[in-house]
């Protein structure tokens, strides 16, 4: 199995709404990442997991929280998001930190209202 | 920060036509990555080539690198409907443990 899945592939929520983001990878890597991706920009580094614990945070806003429960699975969960925060949201995953070969999601398009 | 510049920022051919893409960066890296995004996908993994290489080939890919002049070549020979995609570039900055994206090349093959 080579997949990263991230569901749900599309999310429409409100400013006030809480909502999270799944990401699954059962290729024993140790490392995963959250990306956002504007429209026809490239993606930009969100958050880093190494072995289930938080290595890089690109100062985020903490209206997004990054949780990595177990070594397959990484969550995104949103509250009070702006408009602006609307973008294609992709999951990755490597090997290790090191290896830096990353296997992405097919993302998750997210439409704040 | 983005480090990669990429061009053409878009690049249209006729099927069967090669593509080539440039990418440059600014800082020392380990290696550098080219990887293919079709229209609101994820991306997929190309090819790496590591920082003491010089060029690498992959079924019709053909990556160049010169460290020197800090710049990357992603050329696609016979290209077909399907390569129709953005490229990027990604570097692994010496130090930095992340990987940093260029701006793409978004390529359109026309049959």
């Known amino acids: 199995d080579t997949e990263v899945t991230q569901t749900p592939k599309h999310l429409v929520m409100g400013m006030t709404n809480k909502k999270s983001l799944k990401c699954e990878q059962h290729m024993g890597h140790r490392a995963m990442y959250w990306y956002k991706q504007k429209a026809k920009k490239p993606p930009e580094l969100m958050f880093v997991?190494?072995?289930?614990?938080?290595?890089i945070n690109e100062s985020v806003p903490s209206r997004f929280s990054p949780e990595c429960p177990n070594s397959s699975l990484l969550n995104l969960h949103l509250h009070a998001l702006q408009p602006e925060d609307s973008a294609l949201y992709l999951c990755?995953?490597?090997?290790?930190?090191?290896?830096?070969?990353?296997?992405f999601g097919s993302g998750t398009q997210l439409s704040v209202l | 920060s983005q480090q990669g510049e990429e061009d053409p920022q878009a690049l249209s051919i006729q099927e069967g036509e090669n593509a080539t893409m440039n990418c440059s960066y600014k800082t020392s890296i380990n290696n550098l990555q080219w990887y293919r995004q079709n229209s609101g996908r994820g991306l997929v993994h190309l090819i790496l080539i590591r920082s003491n290489e010089r060029e690498k080939h992959s079924g019709r890919l053909r990556v160049t690198l010169d460290t020197s002049k800090k710049s990357s070549s992603l050329l696609i020979t016979a290209s077909r409907a399907a390569d129709t995609a953005s490229y990027f570039c990604?570097?692994?900055?010496?130090?930095?443990?992340?990987?940093?994206f260029g701006q793409g090349t978004r390529l359109t093959i026309n049959p």
């Open positions: 990604a570097t692994a900055v010496q130090g930095a443990q992340k990987l940093v």
């Open positions: 990755a995953s490597s090997q290790d930190e090191e290896s830096r070969k990353l296997f």
């Open positions: 997991y190494s072995y289930e614990k938080l290595s």
